[in-house]
């Protein structure tokens, strides 16, 4: 088991994390380069910048949105919050990237850790919840939607029990085995499913705007590749 | 195969009903349209990252009323969405190899012509969206996909195809008739408050060339004496080009293609006229639509303005007279979205109301996050469809009105007029009077010692404005008989079934 664990650990997370950095560094670079060509061809190449700036601000800081939806805004920033920092600011986990490359950062002591997973794994539920009860939600919801979520949350539940050995009903290298491979498992899906919203969300707002430069002439382009240059209306 | 006749009548030309091949047709023109122009990009990425969070329903004011999977914003862009990864990306692609049974089909595409006229694009709920999704320009993009196969209102076409190759504007005013009622309006300012204003024709080298909603030549006597008003205490220079005087752009509610022909028609115009800048009038699409002359016409085209930024300009530089008092009834503002949503004309009604009313009141939300009149899109012109503008879609927006107590409503624009009039009349508003923000201007500006008695003798500012728009109406008839042979019933006719559309 313990075997399965390091290979887990190893090979596979290497292999995992260098899909993910190199995914999502796709995306970002095809959207860049795709936003960049579009303003390059746009006959208007006048952008509101301070506005696109306050929408994606108040979006990557969503207190303002709190005021709209209260119950579900902040069940989802205190999630976002949650998911973010634990994975990257667990001691346990410094201790592996120090070991493999030996860098590191400081880490949050563990009891807040511990608040941070239970408050992700109590707002996963409440989002799961919110997906399959408000009625708008779960109409729109993919089958992907909720599998996305709880792929999320299994790597949070089983390393609240990794690190809770005596609340573990099953036995520690199982349930280590299953916590990193799911951890794992969403390094992977982050570009390859709507995850991709992690790096793609600081630009949607100047996206929308780029969105409606058009280049020149780009009606009658159209027209004439339709070959309705004559047709009358 | 459902029948489209039966259930789109309103929206689906005839020539359509012998159309076969609509899903491929379709996909030709999706692929032409991600090839020359940039949707690409948005539909890209919002479908990579779309969280599918639900939130935006909450914003719509139609899925606010009817409770709707088909009303839920996001499941509409999804309509679109779907057909582009499916048939424009290689995991789409791959996803259907593996039996992901999507076909578009041609009931597939009847569903997205209802769909996508529910919507009026104005844009709401993109701003309870975490990701900022802009389902006003998937339904921009989706109906002029769907234009390029013929669904698409008739009122919108045949307005279109009045402007573009009929007469030259979408309520088919000859250029005879539009002098006549210069000339009338300029009679009726003489007579009501003994100025002498003018309505100057093809002035070459004026500052401004002006494009009102052609319709308010008909309609809105008194938003144009209020605009001409304006330009005669300021000192404007001004002009109304018989080429062109329509600013009215339906294309940009149902295709780029048209929008750029009427959008590159006003530019002819100006530049034909020597003329420096569009003034656009009261006219929320038609402003909007004219911010999109740079993107069809590049930088060096003439700069965009819009009548109230004129107004609120002159003001703030005092000059702007007005009389000592103000308009006593109460007064709110409806934002119309084409120019608010973005922000981009919020603050100058405001400053002109609050110098012209006592009593203005806000409605709440206003500004960027006013509700739609309900009527956006171009579907204020579809009459077949009224009792959904107004029951549904207007219904937050009477709620909005209801709860001011205003006497006057100011709307500047005429779809949104013509929209929030038939709100009113259809969930008892009575007691409000829908009007333009120049018709209010019109009653507190002060012409000076020059106007003699008939500021201070004549009729009440009400009662001149009622006999104002009845006289409007006899013009027009007289102007209808005064033109010659087979244009003017041509004329009529065309406005009888047009200006329902504007
Ligand atoms: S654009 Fe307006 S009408 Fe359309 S879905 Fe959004 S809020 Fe509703
Ligand atoms: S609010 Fe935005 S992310 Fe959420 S469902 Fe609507 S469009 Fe999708
Ligand atoms: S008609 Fe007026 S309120 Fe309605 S969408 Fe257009 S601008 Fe908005």
């Known amino acids: 088991m313990q075997a399965w664990i390091e290979w887990a650990r190893g090979p596979v997370f290497i292999f995992s994390f260098s899909f993910m950095v190199l995914g999502l560094a796709r995306h970002v670079a095809l959207t860049v380069w795709e936003a960049g060509r579009t303003m390059r061809r746009a006959g208007d190449r006048s952008l509101p910048l301070v506005a696109i700036g306050r929408a994606t601000l108040k979006w990557l800081f969503p207190a303002g949105a709190i005021a709209r939806n209260a119950l579900f805004s902040s069940t989802s920033v205190l999630f976002h919050a949650a998911i973010l920092v634990v994975p990257i600011f667990l001691a346990g986990h410094i201790a592996l990237w120090t070991r493999a490359f030996g860098i590191g950062w400081p880490a949050i002591p563990n009891g807040v850790a511990d608040v941070l997973t239970l408050l992700a794994i109590v707002t996963a539920v409440a989002l799961a919840v919110q997906r399959l009860t408000a009625r708008a939600t779960r109409a729109i919801s993919r089958p992907s939607d909720h599998l996305v979520l709880l792929a999320v949350a299994l790597p949070f539940a089983t390393g609240f029990l990794t690190m809770h050995p005596a609340l573990n009903p099953f036995s520690f290298e199982s349930t280590m085995l299953l916590h990193v491979m799911s951890g794992n498992l969403v390094l992977v899906l982050m570009p390859l499913t709507k995850l991709s919203h992690a790096v793609l969300l600081p630009g949607t707002q100047l996206i929308s705007k780029v969105g409606w430069h058009w280049p020149l002439d780009s009606g009658s382009r159209v027209g004439a590749a339709l070959g309705k240059e004559a047709e009358r209306v | ?502």
């Not at chain 2, 039966?6 to 076969?20: D, I």
């Not at chain 2, 009847?110 to 389902?135: F, N, Q, S, V």
């Not at chain 2, 494009?211 to 002009?239: C, I, K, Q, R």
């Open chain 2, 1 to 502: 195969m459902t029948d489209p006749k039966a259930k789109f009548g309103y929206y689906v030309e005839k020539r359509t009903l012998e159309a076969t091949d609509r899903p491929r047709r379709f996909l030709e023109a999706f692929a032409a349209v991600l090839e020359h122009s940039s949707y690409h990009l948005p539909l890209d990425v919002y479908s990579r990252a779309g969280a599918r969070c639900g939130q935006c329903a909450a914003d719509c004011q139609l899925y606010q009323s009817t409770g709707e999977d088909r009303d839920i914003p996001c499941h509409r862009s999804e309509l679109l969405m779907r057909i582009y990864r499916r048939y424009f990306t290689p995991a789409g692609a791959l996803a259907a190899r593996l039996g992901d049974g999507f076909v578009l089909t041609d009931e597939y595409l009847d569903g997205m012509g209802e769909a996508y006229y529910r919507c009026t694009a104005c844009r709401r709920c993109k701003l309870t969206c975490p990701l900022g999704i802009d389902h006003g320009l998937i339904t921009h993009l989706a109906r002029w996909l769907l234009a390029e196969i013929d669904v698409v209102p008739k009122a919108l076409v045949v307005a279109t195809r009045e402007q573009l190759e009929g007469v030259g504007n979408t309520s088919a005013i000859p250029v005879p008739a539009l002098k006549d009622t210069c000339e009338f309006l300029e009679e009726e300012l003489q007579e009501n408050f003994n100025v002498e204003v003018k309505f100057p024709i093809d002035v070459e080298g004026a500052e401004y060339v002006f494009f009102p909603a052609v319709s308010d030549y008909l309609l809105e006597p008194d938003t144009l004496m209020g605009n001409a008003a304006v330009m005669h205490v300021t000192g404007g220079s001004w002009t109304i080009g018989t080429g062109n005087y329509d600013g009215i752009n339906y294309g940009l509610f149902y295709s780029d293609r048209m929008m750029e022909r009427i959008v590159k028609n006003e530019v002819a115009e100006v530049r034909r006229l020597k003329g420096r800048k569009i003034l656009i009038g009261e006219c929320g699409h038609a402003t909007r639509s004219a911010w999109f002359v740079p993107t069809f016409c590049g930088p060096d085209a003439p700069e965009v303005v819009n009548f109230m930024q004129y107004t609120a300009k002159a003001l703030r530089e005092g000059r702007l007279p007005l009389k000592r008092d103000k308009i006593a009834e109460r007064v709110t503002y409806h934002d119309p979205c084409n120019i608010a949503r973005a922000g981009r004309i919020t603050e100058e009604p405001r400053e002109i109301l609050r110098a012209i009313c006592s009593d203005f009141v806000e409605m709440t939300p206003n500004r960027t996050e006013n509700y739609c009149c309900g009527g956006g899109g171009g579907t204020v012109s579809v009459d077949e469809i009224r009792a959904f503008r107004t029951g549904p879609m207007g219904r937050r927006k009477a709620e909005q009105i209801r709860a001011t107590g205003a006497t006057y409503l100011v709307a500047p624009c005429a779809n949104c007029k013509k929209q929030l009039r038939e709100i009113c009349e259809d969930n008892g508003l009575d007691q409000v009077q829908v009007v333009g923000l120049h018709d209010l201007v019109l009653k507190v500006l002060d012409f000076g010692a020059a106007s003699g008695e008939a500021r201070d003798g004549g009729p009440a500012a009400d009662e001149v404005s009622r006999l104002a728009k009845a006289d409007a109406r006899q013009s027009a008839e007289h102007v209808r008989r005064c033109t010659e042979g087979g244009e003017a019933p041509r004329w009529l006719g065309a406005t009888t079934e047009n200006t329902a559309g504007i």
